[in-house]
């Protein structure tokens, strides 16, 4: 599986990975046909009722990876920070996931708090991941621009991949960019697969793969829009039976009479927000 996930990063097409977030979505998107399957931390997260990027789903991660490395296709799993500060203990939890079967790790610098963790210790970190689990695919994501501070003249997130690739990351991740020129850049920065986060209307897979960025992923969009569904579900059901609820009526349906079909897709921060204490 390791070397058939690496090969998919080098084939003519583009690869676009869908994020599965429990075993049911990993193996229905392995059964569509995607030739590869990865994990979306939010939707783990909110499936266990605690925030995204807080450290705090280790023990989920590890389990959905476990049950997701039965499909027969190579897995990817989105481990966050790596669910720990100190270099030997991330390394230790890729080698167990490499101990399950699963070809890749995707390993990201932002940190709760809004910040990036110090080049320095992101690159012993990945220097400890490629020590302990060579085999794995190790997509290394930078959040410059994730946390919406921007980096318009690149020269951090220009300096954090080359390091990253220089540790020997196998791949780097810049979610949030979407720009032509942001992209090149990355592009011509390093000799490593590029992966770009798939933005509807910004950043889309047919200009993705044009410009040449090896890997596209769907992130969250998938279980934010399932989301959606099952409200949207919920509010048609209760339109035709509106004494199913109090007379307040749900949130979203309310006097403005609009229907489930119109509940929109939540954000990414609101799904955040409720899973706030």
Request: aromatic letters at 6%; a negative charge.
């Amino acid at each position: 599986m390791n070397d058939r996930f690496r090969s998919l990063h080098r084939a003519d097409r583009t690869l676009l990975l869908p994020n599965a977030w429990d075993f049911a979505t990993g193996a229905a998107l392995a059964r569509a046909g995607f030739p590869a399957v990865g994990t979306t931390s939010l939707g783990v997260a909110a499936a266990a009722g605690k925030p995204d990027a807080a450290g705090g789903t280790r023990a989920e991660t590890l389990a959905l990876a476990r049950s997701l490395a039965r499909l027969p296709v190579p897995v990817t799993v989105d481990i966050e920070g790596g669910f720990s500060s100190r270099p030997e203990e991330v390394g230790r939890l890729v080698a167990e996931l490499a101990g399950y079967g699963v070809a890749g790790v995707n390993l990201e610098d932002g940190r709760a708090d809004g910040t990036l963790t110090p080049l320095g210790h992101q690159i012993e970190t990945i220097q400890a991941v490629k020590e302990a689990a060579p085999e794995v695919f190790l997509n290394a994501r930078t959040d410059t621009f994730w946390l919406g501070e921007g980096d318009p003249d690149r020269p951090e997130t220009l300096r954090r991949v080359r390091g990253y690739a220089d540790a020997g990351a196998d791949g780097v991740f810049v979610p949030s960019v979407v720009a032509d020129g942001d992209i090149r850049a990355v592009l011509d920065a390093v000799d490593v697969p590029l992966n770009v986060l798939l933005i509807p209307g910004k950043a889309e897979y047919a200009r993705l793969a044009e410009l040449g960025v090896h890997r596209v992923s769907l992130g969250s969009l998938l279980f934010r829009r399932a989301l959606q569904a099952t409200v949207a579900a919920a509010l048609e059901t209760v339109a035709a039976a509106p004494s199913v609820l109090d007379a307040s009526g749900p949130p979203g349906a309310g006097e403005d009479g609009r229907s489930g079909t119109e509940f929109p897709v939540p954000s990414y921060q609101e799904i955040q927000d409720l899973l706030a204490p």
